[in-house]
């Protein structure tokens, strides 16, 4: 969020009389990965993490409080919400109720813009999207840092999304109480030199439904693979150089960090029993096409996330280039060109 942003809470209704809320958010796509959590109840991650927050395919999330309603009452993009997208958004209405000492059920529209099965972390702009416009509908603290560690509880991802650009999520301490590890986990900006000036080229490859959650594979992985622990170690390290590659406006240093962390993951998947394996053969096609455009002068590097689609980072003045590299690649794919976007924010309006 950004200062001028409007984040004072919206104090909720005591006499019974409804509060709506709108909030917006968009997704992010991490250059070092959040891939593994130490406490899944409290949405811990294993390691530290770091983002581009994108300028496209916005989530707005409105919501309602419904005074005397036994049930909360969710869409998603006009549908009743259903399954385990409906259980895990109660689920946080629950803790935010919790928080807030105030029990009335809420009515909560979401209309998300993201493709449908892009694989660009939807969870992410939703959860975001959901802890500010809940945070400000029940009167809870809305600071930057308390909706981060608010949007966690979500999504792990979400709590990036709170803010625009760059930003990283801290792991948080472990060994102490409940409350000390929640306080220590949250987002945060991270500084990019003013002429570092990135694109995202998103080729949905495959538009289908994951095969496996991302939450079951990480599950897996950490349980299962050998190569999760070294690759954990050296994600430490990426953290470090990706932080300094920003600071200076390197994109070549970016994009390689940004490469390595995500093949990395992919690798102690790989190596999960049973493996889990998101890469199809036009990803493969897609990963070809950016090494072919490296050798012709192009700095362009790939990420990965829990699907077959490929992110490619690249100078801003390259993008409409490497685009139509990648859709030679992945022919009759959809293509999509993002840059570093605003961070999570309520809409002026209608809120009381
Ligand atoms: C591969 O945040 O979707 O996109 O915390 O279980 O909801 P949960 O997982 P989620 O995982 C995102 C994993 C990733 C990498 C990343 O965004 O850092």
């Known amino acids: 969020m950004r200062s001028e942003q409007r984040t004072a809470p919206v104090r ?16 992010n796509i ?35 409080l419904a005074p005397g309603a036994e049930h909360d ?15 895990r ?21 979401t209309e998300n813009t993201v493709p449908t099965g892009a694989g660009l972390a939807s969870s992410a702009s939703g959860f975001a999207a959901l ?3 809940a945070a400000a509908a029940y009167g809870l603290a809305s600071d930057a840092t308390a909706l981060s560690r608010l949007a966690r509880r979500g999504s792990g991802s979400a709590s990036r999304s709170i803010f625009g650009a760059f930003a990283v999520w801290h792991a948080g301490v472990r060994g102490g109480t409940d409350e000390q590890a929640d306080l220590s986990s949250y987002a945060e900006p991270v500084h990019a030199a003013e002429r ?26 950490v349980d299962t693979s050998p190569l999760y622990e070294p690759w954990a170690r050296s994600s430490r390290a990426d953290l470090a150089d990706m932080r300094a590659a920003l600071g200076r406006g390197d994109l070549d240093a970016v994009g390689e960090v940004a490469e390595r962390n ?16 998101y890469m199809s053969p036009a990803s493969l096609s897609v990963l070809d096409a950016v090494l072919q455009l490296r050798r012709e002068g192009t700095a362009a590097y790939v990420t990965m996330d829990a699907g077959p689609n490929v992110k490619v980072l690249c100078r801003r003045a390259d993008a409409e280039r490497v685009a139509a590299a990648v859709r030679g690649a992945a022919p009759g794919r959809a293509v999509h060109i993002a840059g570093p976007g605003p961070g999570a924010r309520l809409l002026d309006g209608d809120a009381r």
């Open 196 to 221: 570092f000036d990135p694109a995202l080229v998103i080729a949905v490859v495959d538009a289908g439904p994951k095969a496996l959650s991302s939450r079951e594979a990480m599950r897996r992985t």
């Open 262 to 277: 995500a093949l990395g993951m992919h690798a102690t998947m790989l190596a999960a029993r049973p493996a889990v394996r």
């Open 12 to 27: 909720p209704s005591e006499d019974g009389e409804a509060v709506t809320v709108t909030a917006v958010a968009h997704p």
């Open 30 to 64: 991490a250059l070092v990965k959040y891939w593994g959590k130490s406490d899944e109840r409290l949405f811990l991650p294993r390691t530290d993490s770091l983002s581009m927050t994108l300028d496209v395919f916005p989530t707005t999330t409105r919501v309602r």
């Open 89 to 109: 958004i109660a689920g946080f209405l629950d803790l935010v109720r919790e928080r807030a000492a105030l029990g009335h059920r809420a009515v909560v529209d």
């Open 131 to 133: 802890a500010v416009a």
């Open 73 to 87: 009452t969710l869409t998603f993009n006009g549908a009743p919400a259903t399954g385990e997208a409906r259980r």
